[in-house]
């Protein structure tokens, strides 16, 4: 729940580095602020976290989540032809939020059924770039994730958010002043579309304005001659080889996941599974000893 990345941060302090924490929901933590006074720059992406740290006497400055500084590609990956889109949602509200997504999906009296863009999939992780350009050919979107309400505004696509597992939907509403606050009912959240153009225009162009983000002011520009200026090409060459990078994992993920359908067909036949690696694996062997 973010303690590590405090504790990171004492550790950088203790050996006085410069520290910032951006791009942060920080929400009903029991610690100590000793850290958080101590930083050179604090940004929370939502006006709920600017206010409950300003109730702890720390200052901090708000500016988006840094999905709207992201360079996204053209063309699309996938059209949607002007129809409702529905995405994923947090895995806390299977059973509210996700059975009601799931039926409105399934529904066999809509003559026009969503189309499902998951954000939380190997496709999405690799293929991130194309996201708002998809989302741009929908008519409007109902989603369960945070970055997928960004991704419809930015895209100038209406949107209803569904509820979450912390109160960074809600603060999304109030920053953005949408129309349209969490639901839970995704019935009731395709109809609240209706009417609701000229609002939802009007925080699409708010967010197109804010798209250039202050968090790293406070480190400055560095000069030709500085390290910074090396950490910089550096970073940057080892951005430039994520998508790789990425691709690499989603392949390791699916062998993984490839091993241990496989370990589940022997213990259901009824063989001893080998050796298999991780948590999964001692269950496996538990079970079949």
Known sequence: NG?????LL????????????????????????????RL???????????????????????APDSIVAARFSEPPRITFDGGLVVTDWVKKRDGDVGAAM????????SEAPPSFYPLHSETARTAW?????????AGAVISGRYHGLYLALLAGVPVVPMASNSWKV???????????????DARAARAALKGQETEFRDAAERMAAARTLPIFDVLGQGSEDTDETREVARLRSDVAGQPDALAADALT???????????RVDLLSGKVPGRARGPFGRILRRLSG
């Open 3 to 7: 303690i590590p990345w405090l504790a």
């Open 10 to 37: 004492a550790l950088a302090q203790q050996r006085g580095k410069a520290t910032l924490l951006v791009n942060a929901l920080y929400q009903e933590m029991s610690v100590g602020t000793d850290v958080l006074a």
């Open 40 to 62: 050179d720059a604090f940004f929370v992406r939502d006006p709920l976290s600017a206010a409950y740290v300003k109730r702890l006497g720390i200052e901090c400055r708000e």
């Open 102 to 109: 799931t039926a409105l999906m399934a529904d066999p009296s």
């Open 129 to 137: 770039d194309r996201a708002c350009a998809d989302i741009a050919t």
């Open 170 to 184: 809600d603060a999304f509403v109030k920053a953005w002043g949408l129309p349209v606050g969490p639901c839970a």
């Open 253 to 263: 993920v699916a062998k993984r996941r490839l091993r241990e359908a496989a370990m």
